[in-house]
């Protein structure tokens, strides 16, 4: 009898059963590594796959507590890490591009990520994840850039990506779309270039001046008119400040820029750089030729 089983436990079959079987057991447990998130940077000096796991072991790692976090609406808390524990060497760098799974990017300027609003990476514990952001839908891990403190420079809601896959450094919009920058003649402290400034933190994410932008949301500031050439000043004011309080319809999409957010100051560099690139639409063709 015992022979009998013997013979049977190594028939040809039950070997290529139990082969079968470690192989799946291989398989699934790739499978297992692969779904574990991984956040990539691609620096040119720092290029880097960081496994969720990893990132949760760094020793700069606090729950921190986010008042009114602006995707969940709601306070939140994390476990996270300084953005700067991770991104060591933004010397030279002028814009960190976030990538989310989805396609959305965020380019935000490097003086906003070395500043006073603090920005931290919240991690997604693999055993306590976060609520969903819509009924049914995803949540905003495993990765989302979070702020302390992001009333102190003005953070928009643009510069809160979540679900971010790819970490990386760009040329800023200036750089890349020159069409856009004001007379090189004036000081760089000048109305008009802290206008641009303006426009490019507050704007840019959905218009483009002289064709030049990442973004095609709204319309052209530039061409083929600009708003300073056909809205009088008060209204064009009102407009930036509630675009509602102007003309109203279901599908209006542009937010309003209250002064807490742009304060009148800065609304006047705005005015006074849109202003100055109504005489410099001939860049646009410029741009087309090279
Ligand atoms: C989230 C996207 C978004 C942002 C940010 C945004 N806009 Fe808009 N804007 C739009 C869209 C879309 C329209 C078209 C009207 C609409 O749907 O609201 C528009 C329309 C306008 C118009 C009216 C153009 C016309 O002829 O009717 C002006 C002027 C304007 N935006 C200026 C600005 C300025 C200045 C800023 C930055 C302070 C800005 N926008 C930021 C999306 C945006």
Redesign the pocket.
Known sequence: MKNVIDTRNHHPIRVLFVCAIALLLIVASNFAIAAEPVLELAFIKQRQKLARLDLLRHPDVRTISIPADVSYKRKMEYRALPLKSILRNLHGISTVQFKSEDGFVANIPVELLSGASEPWLAIEPANAPWPELKPGGRGAGAFYLVWIAPEKSNITP?FWPYQIAVISEIASLPERYPQILPDASLKKDSAEYRGMQ??IT??A???QINGGGDAK???D?NLPFN?TE??QEDF?RK??RD?AAVRQWP?????G?TEAV?NDAQLDD?LAY?RHMAQRKQLATDAKLD
Not at 251 to 255: A, E, F, G, K
């Open positions: 643009e303006a426009y507050h704007c994410s959905c218009h949301l709204g319309p500031l708003p056909y809205f064009l407009y930036i675009p599908q209006l999409t542009m937010p820029f742009m705005l849109l």
